[in-house]
């Protein structure tokens, strides 16, 4: 694991955007496996700014996100697939129809599960963003997930409703479920690019880079992935 800590979340954003770039300009057909929330926000501002002005091209690059909320359809303007428009896509020349989220509001959510299963056996990411969760879950793969775990219909914690609720008018509004890639899909990135930031993720980040590996903390899985670099702010840093 290669633990690079910066000052603040504009220098994090900075340095994780540069290792992406630096993928895509290496291969540009390379496949992107892309996350949510507010840490890789940041990142996607740089890799747009990269893209305007130094004229770095998405066109043959295909992206498979992480996850997406049960029941937001692709409009909602707290659906993952709208935050991905609205935050990467839009503003980059990638091919929309390049670009794969699970689909929350599919009819049978286990088929639409081994629909995204089958998909991630071609499209395997040269670089997989994650954020992490406070309670140590990457993608939706709450504690206790097994290590194991494909893509699966997910029972989101009360935490993470709590946590996520703040980009909601209120909680009730918070989707109890959620499609997430599994454990075992993460781990089969051919690397693995977390950005976390902030004390609030100061406790998870500790138990994921030196304590036990265990499904009680999910990213603890990571020091078994042979290529995992974590770019994270000194505050998030602060228990290391
Ligand atoms: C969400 C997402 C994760 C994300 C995490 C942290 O629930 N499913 O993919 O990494 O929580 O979010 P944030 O970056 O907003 O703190």
């Known amino acids: 694991m290669k633990v690079i800590i910066t000052e603040n979340y504009a220098e994090m954003s900075q340095k994780a955007a540069e290792i992406i770039i630096e993928i895509v300009k290496n ?67 990638i091919d929309q129809k390049n670009t794969n989220l699970p689909n929350g509001v599919a009819s049978d959510l286990q088929a639409e599960c081994d629909r995204y299963n089958k998909l991630l056996e071609t499209l395997v990411p040269d670089v997989q963003v994650l954020g992490l969760g406070s309670n140590g879950h990457i993608g939706f793969n709450e504690p206790n997930t097994p290590f194991d775990a494909v893509t699966h219909p997910v029972k989101l914690t009360e935490n993470t409703i709590k946590d996520n609720s703040r980009l909601f008018n209120s909680i009730d509004e918070v989707p109890r479920q959620a499609l997430s890639m599994g454990i075992k899909n993460i781990m089969q990135a051919k ?29 603890s899985v990571l020091q078994l992935h042979p290529f995992v670099t974590i770019v994270c702010d000194k505050d998030a840093a602060s228990l290391l």
Request: hydrophobic letters at 35%; aromatic letters at 8%; a negative charge.
């Open 27 to 93: 291969n540009p057909n390379a496949v992107l496996g892309l996350a949510t929330g507010s840490s890789p926000i940041g990142t996607y501002q740089n890799m747009i700014k990269d893209h305007q002005e130094n004229g770095t091209s998405y066109k043959n690059v295909s992206s498979v996100n992480l996850d997406e909320y049960v029941s937001l359809t692709a409009d909602h303007d707290q659906s993952y697939a709208y935050f991905m428009r609205t935050n990467l896509f839009d503003h980059i020349d």
């Open 191 to 219: 690397s693995i690019l977390m950005v976390v930031s902030g004390k609030n993720k100061a406790e998870a980040v500790k138990g994921m880079v030196q304590g036990k590996i265990t499904p009680e903390l999910p990213a």
